[in-house]
């Protein structure tokens, strides 16, 4: 069956460094890979898409890459600030019209000033 | 509405009761989810409407589970006689397309406890 895997469920880092959070797939091949962000109490929002050609997108202090041979998403987080701490979700998707997103567990990351 | 909104934010029920959680898309959203996340779990997809195309609901853990959406905007996910393992928040999200290339919107949630 499908699988998701984010490697940690929780990840500490100092103010200032990169954060880089893992996103596996097992038995899938998706045309989509998202990233949101969630905070405790509140829905997850969106972050960033990339879709299967895509190696690499970029959004101010955001990076994803999607590697389809190692079937692995990177989501690292530059000039980390306390402001980014939350739990991150990866969520993957189908090509064509199939509507649902199947997401992972998350990883909880904590930036400590 | 400028965003998802969901309701009752919280609703404490006994076990066997029925509940009703409400979920208002944002306006012209024709696809509408509703997941459910249970402590330390990903989100659960129980059921996508899309349009006036019949409902995915392939999530939908057991028959105490139903849902329907009128008029292509507002939600309600129906649980006939709750059990304490239904306890979980219950999200919204809504996107302007069909498919995963779309973004999907998420309401705050419903926290259900069934005691």
């Known amino acids: 069956s499908q699988k998701i895997e984010q490697n940690s469920e929780a990840l500490n880092i100092q103010e200032g460094k990169t954060a880089t959070l893992t996103c596996n797939y097992t038995?899938?091949?998706?045309?989509?890979l998202q990233w949101y962000r969630q905070d405790p109490g509140r829905g997850p929002v969106f972050l960033l898409l990339?879709?299967?050609?895509?190696k690499e997108k970029r959004k101010e202090r955001l990076k994803v890459t999607f590697d389809t041979t190692l079937k692995q998403s990177l989501f690292h987080i530059t000039a980390s600030q306390p402001a980014d701490s939350a739990t991150y979700l990866c969520?993957?998707?189908?090509?064509?019209?199939?509507?649902?997103?199947?997401f992972g567990k998350g990883t909880k990351l904590s930036v400590k000033p | 509405g400028a965003g998802v909104s969901q309701s009752p934010s919280n609703k404490v029920t006994e076990k066997g009761k029925d509940v009703e959680l409400r979920c208002d898309p944002i306006?012209?959203?024709?696809?509408l989810y509703w997941y459910r996340q249970s402590l330390g779990q990903g989100l659960e997809f129980l059921i996508y409407?899309?349009?006036?195309?019949?409902?995915?609901k392939s999530g939908l853990p057991s028959d105490r589970f139903s849902a329907e959406r009128t008029g292509g905007s507002v939600s309600t996910l129906t649980i006939q006689r709750t059990q304490q393992e239904d306890s979980a928040v219950y999200l919204c999200?809504?996107?302007?397309?069909?498919?995963?290339?779309?973004?999907?919107?998420f309401g705050a949630g419903t926290r259900l406890s069934v005691l």
């Open positions: 969520a993957l998707g189908a090509g064509g019209s199939q509507g649902n997103l199947i």
């Open positions: 306006s012209g959203h024709t696809a």
């Open positions: 990339i879709r299967e050609n895509e």
């Open positions: 038995n899938y091949s998706p045309a989509y």
């Open positions: 409407f899309q349009g006036n195309s019949a409902p995915d």
């Open positions: 999200a809504s996107s302007s397309g069909q498919g995963p290339k779309n973004i999907q919107y």
